[in-house]
């Protein structure tokens, strides 16, 4: 079983940055892609990033231009630096494994951006 372990949340004023990252606990093979997804109080999880394994990356149109996925395929792990955050980035942040057996997902980091 794969678990997924995520760090780097927490507190930050808007205009601020902070960087996620996820790692699985054990070598995992044939990830064809990574992601972050985020979920608000009230609200459904979305999308926010991902990154497939031939380096392709989709972005939430929102934060285009403010938040950058990257993976290290040695360590695979995958990262979110989130720049120029707003108050509307407060939210869980989960991060997803696409593996041909299957999903996963990690345990959620909060992050929240005071205005």
């Known amino acids: 079983q794969v678990q997924l372990v995520e760090s780097g949340g927490g507190l930050v004023q808007a205009g601020g940055s902070l960087r996620l990252s996820c790692g699985a606990s054990?070598?995992?093979?044939?990830?064809?892609?990574m992601g972050w997804y985020r979920q608000a109080l009230g609200k459904q999880r979305e999308l926010v990033a991902s990154?497939?394994?031939?380096?392709?990356?989709t972005y939430l149109d929102s934060v285009k231009g403010r938040f950058t996925i990257s993976r290290d395929y040695a360590k695979d792990t995958v990262n979110l630096q989130m720049n120029s955050l707003k108050a509307e980035d407060t939210a869980v942040y989960y991060c997803?494994?696409?593996?041909?057996?299957?999903?996963?997902w990690g345990q959620g980091t909060q992050v929240t951006v005071s205005s």
């Open positions: 054990r070598r995992v093979f044939s990830i064809r892609k």
């Open positions: 997803n494994f696409v593996l041909i057996a299957g999903d996963y």
């Open positions: 990154i497939t394994s031939s380096g392709t990356t």
